[in-house]
């Protein structure tokens, strides 16, 4: 379908495949996220490798490499160390291959919110202040940030956090921010 016409309900089976195929996730797991039958999850995960067999070449490299190396790392050099990689328990194997290849991805995904929390406090300070009264972060909720702000001056500061947030890392593919308003999180959702 046109990128205009995806529902929230499409994406967030999309982010489902995309993460579970990516995370190693069975055909029953997957099933059992998405609501659907067994035998269909699984043509998700064959077809997804059809159509994206660099997905699966980087699997396999990566948990090769974490298999030469004992480790993966984030984007900022970050390691996280998996001896179960050479585990003689097949389910204790599996598991580390899935995180060696769920660390670089999700771990990266931590470090650039990290940096983005980061600026977005100094532009906030730099731009309001820190007083009673200024826009604060209140929350932070994986790739989400919570933000306290006046409803006078909320327009200015969903611009800048969507700007500090899209900027917070340079990569090959654009970070796109998506800014909710409400009176509580709820709403915003």
């Known amino acids: 379908v046109a990128s205009d016409a995806v529902t929230p309900e499409m ?22 996220n998405l609501r659907i039958p067994r035998a269909a999850a699984m043509r998700f995960i064959e077809d997804y490798f059809k159509q994206y067999p ?18 993966v790392t984030t984007l ?9 990689l050479s585990s003689s328990n097949a389910t204790t194997r599996r ?3 899935r995180v060696a290849t769920n ?25 309001y202040g820190d007083g009673p009264a200024a826009p604060r972060m209140l ?16 327009d200015k ?4 956090t969507r700007e500090t947030m899209e900027e ?9 921010v998506d800014v909710g308003m409400g009176k509580n999180w709820a709403e915003i959702h």
């Open 103 to 127: 660390t670089p991805v999700q771990g990266s995904a931590a470090d650039i919110i990290k940096l983005a929390m980061i600026r977005l406090d100094a532009a906030l300070r730099k731009e």
């Open 139 to 154: 929350l932070q909720v994986h790739d989400e940030l919570l933000i306290e702000a006046d409803q006078r001056v909320a």
């Open 157 to 160: 500061v969903a611009a800048l």
């Open 11 to 32: 994406r967030r089976q999309a982010k489902a495949v995309n993460f579970g195929v990516i995370y190693g996730q069975s055909a029953f797991g997957l099933a059992r």
């Open 95 to 97: 598991a580390a291959e």
């Open 54 to 71: 660099s997905v699966k070449a980087w699997i396999d490299a990566t948990i090769e490499i974490a298999r030469e190396k004992g480790y």
């Open 76 to 84: 900022l050099n970050r390691r996280r160390y998996l001896p179960d």
């Open 168 to 176: 917070a890392m340079a990569l090959k593919v654009p970070l796109k």
